[in-house]
């Protein structure tokens, strides 16, 4: 046996948990179209939330309107403690149908591509429309878009030196931050999916989603709680959010479980 096939083996047997996951020969449910309505009125009431930020008379924000209202607040603690939960667990749903769809592979290198270029787009050409709105309001730039952008490119400006709050000094993801997230977690979630995937994990959820809502509901907001009370209240919605991906992933494989025995199909 060559080194090279030896190699190709060992990594196989390595692999194994990982790619008796991805490589199931099995047919697709049919697309949740209702999923995809829900994500569009996700992202619609998070743009109208950041919006109104800059209306908030009492809020905090990066750049602020000279009409101020103190009633919009009210509107937006409505959407506050669920938005961007409802937009991680439909994440989670998503994810399980890719997962679904491709081999280890080319599901890593295709969610790179797909969330990583964005963001990478969205660092470099939107979060500085943002900086340069905030800094003409708060120090009174006397310069145009185009010429602090093209200081926005040199790192040690000093210009930006009270803005150096980001991945490189002041180059940001600023409200992109779900996309790095997003990417983080589906890597963690990769690790992990040979545990989730596991006879015995499959059956311990399957029996506590045959229980009352009671305590299904219970059961899915102690880890939430436990969260809220130990965790700091600043980085709180990172752990949030990974915990309403993996809620979503597993609801999302019980649903493709469902799906693929109603119709016949073997998983």
Known sequence: MTLKKAIKNAMRTLLKPW????????????????????????FGLLIFYHAGMLYSENWGFHFKS??????IE???LLLSPWRMGLIWFISGVALRFIVARFSLGMFLTTRSVKILLPLLFGIWFIVPIQLYAQMSQEV?????????????????????????AGIWPHVDVNHLWYLRSLWQFTLLLVLAMPL??????????????ERSLVIVFIVLLLPLCILKLSWP???????MGALFLLYGYLLGSLHF????YVTGRRY
Do not use: K
């Not at 790619?19 to 996700?42: G, I, K, T």
């Not at 006879?199 to 399957?206: C, F, G, L, P, R």
């Open 233 to 239: 209240s600043d980085t709180f919605r990172y752990p």
């Open 257 to 260: 479980i469902a799906s693929c």
């Open 19 to 42: 790619l008796s996951v991805f490589n199931q020969a099995v047919e697709l449910p049919p697309r949740r179209y209702d999923l995809d309505w829900l994500r569009v009125l996700a």
């Open 66 to 71: 000279q009409y101020l209202s103190s009633g």
């Open 196 to 209: 989730f995937h596991h006879s015995h994990v499959q059956a311990v959820i399957t029996r506590l989603c």
């Open 74 to 76: 009210n509107v937006m």
């Open 140 to 164: 009174g730039l006397a310069m145009s878009f185009w010429q602090f952008y093209q200081q926005f490119f040199n790192l040690t400006n000093p210009l930006f030196n009270h803005y150096q």
